[in-house]
């Protein structure tokens, strides 16, 4: 078997392996980093930017935000239910990792919110083009530059399969953390042995079998992930093989629009808009206006019958949108033009979509939703009362209030979605990886979103960028803290 030697050997090249690579090798330390796929970014090439915190954009934006003021949100959204010496650790930093990432060349188009009500910690990547989804690719592509002009060897198209562990002095009798066992794309086994090993491999989110034990929702009937191949939880075994422990796995929830096929943006983005919005039963569920957070969308929608709601519009509201644009523009769908969204349905139906159901009369529109006419007329009735008014029933804003009375009628179902898989591996304030007792398995460190344990059983979109914030920062601080511990630990026979 072909062996590789190194100090510090990392099991992915998503954000978190990434930053960890750059980090241990400007602290000196040789890196080898193995990766599945023959590109480097993993999910992060289909993102737009991280999270920072008092960093100079937001004082030259003018935009109040503090390590103190972003803690203390995260702490009270969380219920004080996670580990707060690692938010700290990695909201106290995100400022510098931001300057860290501009010294490699990333550029940033600045600080921005990703729906009204969330704050603006979002640092968007420049790419000299519009922005769009993906921008995230050229801060992976800059880190990985980085890494390679460091020395750093990257081992592509090669799946970490075992972490090797082994005796290790002064330990209590636990094992160290020694090496990886991986797979080339011939098949060919190879070794790379080391003195410390860090998982980074991205969480779970294409694996259906490991998504539904770990959280109980089925990919396809009430969950709609992303599922990037390769996500499929390797790292997450293989670190719990090798002594971690292992705690919850959740879904970084989203929301998205169900049954729809071949439908141009202009029609999903009118019903992302803050529209009525019922459940099986044809009920309201929540103040629509904020819908944009689709961490609260999803979890309203993941509380319903059916795990579905349904976006109603009438031809009035559709005619409004087409002639002012919408009225949440957010920096994924950022074309607030849906001038095309008659058209837009028609070449729906065409195809054969499901959804936008449309109607005649709400009583149709009723029956294609399957909920019961008699309820959902009434719902229309009292959302009306409230356009006149105010909303009595959940205080939406007045300016989002518009009566639906004018046929045709439209609705789509909306649906749990998720970003992927987020935790799983114990990890302390170090990307130390901890078995139950709470103690670092040596040598074995663990960041990005298989360790994110920081959301609870909801994804901070409050503060927006946090997940490739959190996958970049604890890569770094397992970078540093591998660093120091190779150090430490000197010379040792790797052929032990
Ligand atoms: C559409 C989309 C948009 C997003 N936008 C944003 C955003 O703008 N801001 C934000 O904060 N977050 C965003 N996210 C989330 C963010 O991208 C992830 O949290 C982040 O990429 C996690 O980084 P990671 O390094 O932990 O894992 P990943 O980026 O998932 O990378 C994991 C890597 O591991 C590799 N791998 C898997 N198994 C193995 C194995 N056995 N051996 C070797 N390699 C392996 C994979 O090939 C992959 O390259 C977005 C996610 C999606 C899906």
Same mark, same amino acid.
């Given at each position: 078997?072909?062996?590789?030697?190194?100090?510090?050997?990392?099991?992915?090249? !998503?954000? %978190?392996?990434?930053? %960890?690579?750059?980090?241990?090798?400007?602290?000196?330390?040789?890196?080898?980093?193995?990766?599945?796929?023959?590109?480097?970014?993993?999910?992060?090439?289909?993102?737009?930017?991280?999270? +920072?915190?008092?960093?100079?954009?937001?004082?030259?934006?003018?935009?109040?935000?503090?390590?103190?003021?972003?803690?203390? =949100?995260?702490?009270?959204?969380t219920?004080? /239910?996670?580990?707060?010496?690692?938010?700290?650790?990695?909201?106290?930093?995100?400022?510098?990792?931001?300057?860290?990432?501009?010294? #490699?060349?990333?550029?940033?188009?600045?600080?921005?919110?990703?729906?009204?009500?969330?704050?603006?910690?979002?640092?968007?990547?420049?790419?000299?083009?519009?922005?769009?989804?993906?921008?995230?690719?050229?801060?992976?592509?800059?880190?990985?530059?980085?890494?390679?002009?460091?020395?750093?060897?990257?081992?592509?198209?090669?799946?970490?399969?075992?972490i090797? /562990?082994?005796?290790?002095?002064?330990?209590?009798?636990?094992?160290?953390?020694? +090496?990886?066992?991986?797979?080339?794309?011939?098949?060919?086994?190879? @070794?790379?042995?080391?003195?410390?090993?860090?998982?980074?491999?991205?969480?779970?989110? %294409?694996?259906?079998?490991? =998504?539904?034990?770990?959280?109980?929702?089925?990919?396809?009937?009430? =969950?709609?992930?992303?599922?990037?191949?390769?996500?499929? !939880?390797?790292?997450?075994? #293989?670190?719990?093989?090798?002594?971690?422990?292992?705690?919850?796995?959740?879904?970084?929830?989203?929301?998205?629009? !169900?049954?729809?096929?071949?439908?141009?943006?202009?029609?999903?983005?009118?019903?992302?808009?803050?529209?009525?919005?019922?459940?099986?039963?044809?009920?309201?569920?929540?103040?629509?206006?904020? #819908?944009?957070?689709?961490?609260?969308?999803?979890?309203?929608?993941?509380?319903?019958?059916?795990?579905?709601?349904?976006?109603?519009?009438?031809?009035?509201?559709?005619q409004?949108?087409?002639?002012?644009?919408?009225?949440?523009?957010?920096?994924?769908?950022?074309?607030?033009?849906?001038? !095309?969204?008659?058209?837009?349905?028609?070449?729906?139906?065409?195809?054969?979509?499901? @959804?936008?159901?449309?109607?005649?009369?709400?009583?149709?529109?009723?029956?294609?939703?399957?909920?019961?006419?008699?309820?959902?007329?009434?719902?229309?009735? %009292?959302?009306n009362?409230?356009?006149?008014?105010?909303?009595?029933?959940?205080?939406?804003?007045?300016?989002?209030?518009?009566?639906? &009375?004018?046929?045709?009628?439209?609705?789509?179902?909306?649906?749990?979605?998720? &970003?992927?898989?987020?935790?799983?591996?114990?990890?302390?304030?170090? @990307?130390?990886?901890?078995d139950?007792?709470?103690?670092?398995?040596?040598g074995?460190?663990?960041?990005?979103?298989?360790a @994110?344990?920081? &959301?609870?059983?909801?994804?901070?979109?409050l503060?927006?960028?946090?997940? /490739?914030?959190?996958?970049?920062?604890?890569?770094?601080?397992?970078?540093?803290?591998?660093?120091?511990?190779v150090q430490?630990?000197?010379?040792?026979?790797?052929?032990?």
């Open positions: 078997m072909k062996t590789y030697e190194t100090e510090f050997c990392i099991i992915a090249a !998503g954000p %978190a392996g990434l930053a %960890a690579a750059v980090q241990a090798a400007e602290e000196g330390v040789s890196v080898i980093v193995l990766e599945k796929s023959a590109r480097v970014g993993g999910v992060a090439n289909a993102g737009m930017g991280l999270l +920072g915190i008092g960093t100079r954009y937001q004082k030259e934006q003018m935009i109040d935000m503090t390590v103190e003021k972003a803690f203390g =949100m995260f702490m009270d959204y219920h004080y /239910m996670v580990d707060a010496r690692l938010v700290k650790r990695y909201f106290a930093q995100s400022a510098e990792t931001i300057e860290w990432l501009e010294e #490699m060349g990333v550029e940033f188009e600045g600080a921005y919110r990703y729906f009204p009500q969330s704050e603006a910690t979002w640092h968007i990547v420049k790419t000299g083009k519009k922005i769009r989804p993906g921008a995230a690719t050229f801060l992976n592509r800059k880190m990985a530059e980085r890494a390679k002009a460091l020395g750093v060897q990257f081992l592509m198209e090669t799946t970490a399969e075992k090797l /562990m082994e005796a290790a002095d002064g330990s209590d009798g636990r094992k160290r953390a020694a +090496g990886v066992l991986a797979r080339t794309k011939d098949g060919e086994e190879i @070794c790379v042995r080391a003195k410390a090993v860090l998982v980074a491999t991205g969480g779970a989110g %294409a694996n259906p079998e490991m =998504m539904k034990q770990e959280t109980g929702y089925t990919f396809g009937k009430d =969950m709609f992930n992303f599922a990037f191949p390769g996500i499929t !939880g390797d790292g997450l075994r #293989m670190a719990w093989e090798a002594g971690a422990d292992h705690i919850p796995v959740r879904v970084e929830q989203s929301a998205s629009l !169900g049954g729809l096929t071949g439908v141009p943006d202009c029609v999903s983005n009118v019903f992302y808009q803050p529209n009525l919005l019922v459940n099986a039963f044809g009920k309201r569920v929540m103040n629509e206006e904020y #819908m944009q957070n689709t961490t609260f969308l999803s979890n309203v929608v993941s509380n319903q019958k059916n795990r579905t709601c349904f976006s109603v519009i009438d031809s009035s509201i559709a409004y949108y087409a002639e002012h644009g919408v009225d949440v523009v957010s920096m994924v769908r950022n074309d607030p033009d849906v001038s !095309g969204f008659f058209d837009g349905v028609k070449t729906a139906q065409e195809k054969g979509s499901e @959804c936008p159901y449309v109607a005649d009369t709400l009583e149709e529109l009723a029956e294609k939703m399957g909920i019961d006419p008699g309820t959902f007329v009434e719902t229309v009735d %009292a959302y009362g409230y356009c006149d008014a105010i909303d009595e029933e959940f205080y939406k804003a007045k300016r989002f209030l518009k009566p639906i &009375y004018k046929a045709p009628f439209y609705a789509c179902k909306v649906v749990p979605s998720g &970003y992927g898989t987020v935790g799983g591996i114990r990890i302390n304030e170090n @990307c130390e990886a901890c139950s007792a709470f103690m670092p398995v040596p074995l460190y663990a960041a990005g979103a298989d @994110c344990n920081i &959301y609870n059983d909801s994804y901070m979109f503060l927006p960028g946090n997940s /490739m914030g959190f996958a970049v920062n604890t890569g770094r601080i397992a970078g540093m803290e591998a660093a120091n511990y430490d630990l000197g010379e040792v026979n790797l052929d032990n």
